[in-house]
């Protein structure tokens, strides 16, 4: 697999030299007593980070946004979520399955926001005793399911306030919360101080093998580290896992910048190639969202890209998406835009092929 150019997401990363070194070396100790140092002092480190009382490490962004639905939501109550979001796509409905918790969905932009007048039309009136009881609105930043887009801090804002008004809490599916602060420029905590809790994956462009983290007040994480132990999530010498994540958030934010720098190339070379392109607007940043104009069959593409050895995966009908990251350079991304270039100028063969590797 060594020559593989594997753009399918910024999951596929492997541990740098340093985590794998800071692994080998992790004091440890049992979790679930609250005896792992390492678990101890990640946590510690990461609700600092991103400016709260406390943080709990999960194993993974799925966990993270299950436990802080239902650590903010009982059964009966009512979640606001995009139509496009993680939570509401890609998560398996868990909310609703494990934890009795309606999704009450609003439509997205494009730009990865739930407008207000949408989200206030969706609040039920408590007194109403035909509605479910609204407690929660999730959002999400960078957007995925919107192509990597980064939502303002100013309208997270707009949002909090009247959640607040409401009485509602605002949980952020910060997977790739760190992809946003880097793009904008900003700390992360000028992000995450307009959300009650937050979940980020260190798994995806920090490079870590395994790991999100959920912060929030301490009651909050209180009740969410419950529900961690009753999906099986309590972890005994766990500090394996967070030796790769202090390494993760310690080493690996800044150097986002270079993804972005990655995937900005990948799209303006993409879009000189005809019958490919690419809303340049939305590559904010590790993500590449091109679409195929020029009637070829997706699927088809999407093997012979593999071929050549390179994985994207299908975003929708006709568009592809690419994801840059950790392992990602620049000869990867010329090798990447000569194999399209060589593709795209061969005539489309015949029949269609199914896409395999749904978004993620
Ligand atoms: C990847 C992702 C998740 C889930 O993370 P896993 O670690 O794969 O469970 C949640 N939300 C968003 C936006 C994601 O991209």
């Known amino acids: 697999m060594s020559n593989v150019i594997d753009l399918r997401s910024d999951t596929v990363t492997l541990p740098s030299p340093a985590m794998r070194q800071a692994i080998f070396d992790a004091a440890l100790g049992d979790d679930v007593y609250g005896d792992d140092p390492t678990v101890n002092a990640l946590e510690k480190l990461a609700a600092a980070k991103v400016g709260k009382e406390a943080a709990l490490l999960v194993t993974s962004g799925t966990m993270g946004n299950f436990c802080a639905v239902l650590a903010h939501c009982g059964r009966g109550d009512e979640v606001i979520v995009g139509d ?11 909310a609703s399955v494990l934890g009795g918790v309606a999704y009450h969905t609003v439509v997205n932009t494009d730009t990865g926001e739930l407008p207000l007048a949408a989200i206030a039309g969706a609040i039920r009136d408590r007194e109403n005793l035909h509605a479910a009881m609204t407690r929660l609105v999730c959002l999400e930043n960078t957007h995925g399911g919107c192509g990597g887009v980064v ?14 008004a409401n009485d509602l809490k605002v949980h952020l599916d910060g997977a790739r919360v760190f992809n946003a602060s880097v793009a904008l420029g900003v700390d992360i905590k000028e992000i995450t101080q307009h959300v009650d809790s937050v979940q980020f994956c260190m798994s995806k462009g920090l490079s870590a093998p395994i790991g999100s983290i959920l912060a929030g007040d301490a009651d909050v994480i209180r009740k969410a580290r419950r529900l961690r132990k009753m999906l099986g999530g309590g972890m005994r010498q766990a500090g394996i896992i967070a030796a790769a994540g202090i390494v993760a958030i310690t080493e690996m934010v800044d150097r986002l910048a270079e993804d972005h720098v990655n995937a900005r190339i990948l799209a303006a070379g993409l879009n000189t190639i005809p019958g490919i392109t690419v809303d340049m607007h939305k ?8 679409t195929i104009t020029d009637g070829r069959d997706l699927g088809t593409l999407i093997n012979q890209l593999k071929a050549h050895g390179i994985l994207v995966g299908g975003f929708g009908a006709n568009s592809i998406r690419a ?14 835009l000569e194999t399209f270039r060589t593709l795209m100028s061969q005539p489309a063969s015949g029949g269609s092929q199914a896409v395999e590797g749904a978004y993620r």
Do not use: F, R, W
């Not at 496009?84 to 868990?94: D, L, R, T």
């Not at 590559?283 to 091109?290: A, N, P």
């Open 84 to 94: 496009k979001c993680h939570i509401y796509n890609h998560e398996a409905g868990g």
């Open 151 to 164: 939502v303002a801090p100013s309208y997270m804002a707009e949002v909090k306030k009247l959640a607040h």
């Open 283 to 290: 590559v904010q940043t590790d993500m590449v969202i091109l």
């Open 323 to 336: 994801v840059t990251h950790y392992g990602i350079d620049s000869n990867h991304i010329e090798a990447t």
